[in-house]
């Protein structure tokens, strides 16, 4: 029995040849990934909410086609999409204008298809979250002749967070999960060192489990790290229980 807990501890160990530290660079990039996916996704989710409440019919024609057909495809192929013929037709651009060709780097590819996808779903929970507001606060707002900056500013932004908040974090539960998808443009996170990590060593069941205990750390923290922006941004409102 020891010498088998000998065993596990040593292919965990941080230093070679245990794999430990190839786990933990795999999930400090896996919360990098998800993070700039997530940042990007909040920047174009707040435009989108904005733009399908502005009352422009083209554009909300033109968010309304974004937000479903991102819906409806899977991030595995918008990804695989835009690192292989994204790549191939941006170098034969670049033919044509006489520029060398560049070649797309996994992470870039990672953080910009999964913000894409975030966007999208995010531009519908901040909708609803600024829909939930109630109009004459907006509408007083506009009598004290605020401009759509200081609006969103002292309005709409306080207001809509307590809203979009749990929406939001489901989001961000939901990315990280997602990026173990760009092992397949070979950059390694968590879930592709887990497998280079079981390939070499035959012990699957170790490793994998491993990472699952590392993605539920991940988790648990987000939780932590939600729980006490949700306090921050209700404090003062009365508590349903």
Known sequence: MA??????????????????????????STVAISACAFAIGLLLGTGGALGKLSGNRVLRLLL???????????ELILIVGLYY?????????????????????????AVAVLGFVQGAYMTEVLRGAILAIPIGQIEAAKAFGMGPVLRFRRILLPALLPNALPGLANLWMSV???????????????????RL???????????????????????????????????RVRRGQPRLA
Not at 3 to 28: E, F
Not at 64 to 74: K, L, Q
């Open 176 to 194: 990280t999960k997602d990026s173990a998808l760009v092992a397949v443009v070979g950059y390694q996170e968590l879930a592709l060192a887990t």
């Open 85 to 109: 013929a994204g790549t191939d037709g941006l170098n034969r651009l670049l033919a044509a204008l006489d520029l060398p060709p560049v070649e797309v780097n996994g992470f870039v590819a």
């Open 3 to 28: 010498t088998a807990q000998q065993g596990i501890l040593g292919l965990l160990s941080p230093y070679p040849p245990g794999w430990g530290g190839v786990l933990l660079t795999g999930a400090v």
């Open 64 to 74: 309304d086609v974004y937000t479903t057909v991102i819906r409806a495809v899977p």
């Open 197 to 231: 990590a079981g390939a070499s060593t035959k012990h699957y069941f170790v490793f994998f489990l491993a990472s699952a205990l590392l993605y539920l750390a991940i988790t648990l923290a987000s939780n932590v790290v939600f729980k006490l922006i949700e306090g």
